[in-house]
């Protein structure tokens, strides 16, 4: 319901199984289990809340003959992808690489800054570099060289984007320490630290 879904849970038969068909096709109960009149788990709830973040909103876009036509924001129909992380929070997501920070010696960025390729925004394909600074108590900078999911959005003071929460890719890393005098960069294309 949270997410507009209610029309379509309603036409697949209303509570509760309507709306149980509408949250499985959607992959809101990924990685949930749980059986009929049994309470939640503190788990499960937090599950259902983070797979509610990236599925696309359902919105009214029209009506005809009298009745509200619905459509599902993914972008597929000419209008772009909504979500409650991008729409309602107004948190872009990236998926991608840190290829530089202001830890790096001779890096070109301010203090608390990090540069990351990315080859998503948003769960959408997308090839580009930004630079984001970090926001408070947020440590971006120790994932130099790692594939990570990056979570951004504009500090409301500074008006700058801002990095609220980094996490690593699972599976796509494998961790070498160094110590920060010894790097010197990393290769874009190769996807390599110098040191």
């Given at each position: 319901a949270a997410l507009g879904y209610t029309p379509m849970a309603e036409q697949n038969g209303?509570?509760?199984?309507?709306?149980?068909?509408?949250?499985?096709?959607?992959?809101?109960?990924?990685?949930?289990?749980?059986?009929?009149q049994t309470p939640i788990t503190r788990a499960n709830m937090a599950r259902l809340t983070y797979n509610a973040l990236d599925v696309p909103t359902m919105e009214q876009?029209?009506?005809?003959?009298?009745?509200p036509e619905?459509?599902?924001?993914?972008g597929s129909n000419g209008g772009e992808k909504k979500t409650l992380l991008s729409?309602?929070?107004?948190?872009?997501?990236?998926?991608g690489?840190?290829?530089?920070?202001?830890?790096?010696?001779?890096?070109?960025?301010e203090d608390k800054s990090i540069t990351i390729d990315y080859t998503k925004k948003n769960g959408e394909n997308y090839v580009g570099d930004e630079t984001f600074d970090e926001a408070e108590g947020v440590d971006a900078a120790s994932?130099?060289?790692q594939s990570v999911v990056i979570y951004v959005k504009a500090n409301e003071e500074t008006d700058k984007k801002e990095i609220i929460a980094i996490a690593p890719k699972?599976?796509?890393?494998?961790?070498?320490?160094?110590?920060?005098?010894?790097?010197?960069?990393?290769?874009?294309?190769?996807?390599?630290?110098?040191?």
């Open positions: 209303g509570y509760p199984s309507g709306y149980l068909v509408v949250a499985s096709q959607n992959q809101l109960t990924k990685g949930v289990s749980g059986t009929a876009i029209s009506w005809k003959a009298n009745e619905y459509g599902i924001m993914d729409h309602a929070l107004e948190v872009d997501t990236y998926e690489y840190i290829t530089d920070t202001y830890l790096v010696s001779g890096a070109d960025i994932f130099f060289g699972a599976t796509k890393n494998t961790s070498l320490v160094l110590d920060n005098s010894e790097i010197k960069g990393f290769d874009k294309e190769k996807k390599e630290i110098k040191y």
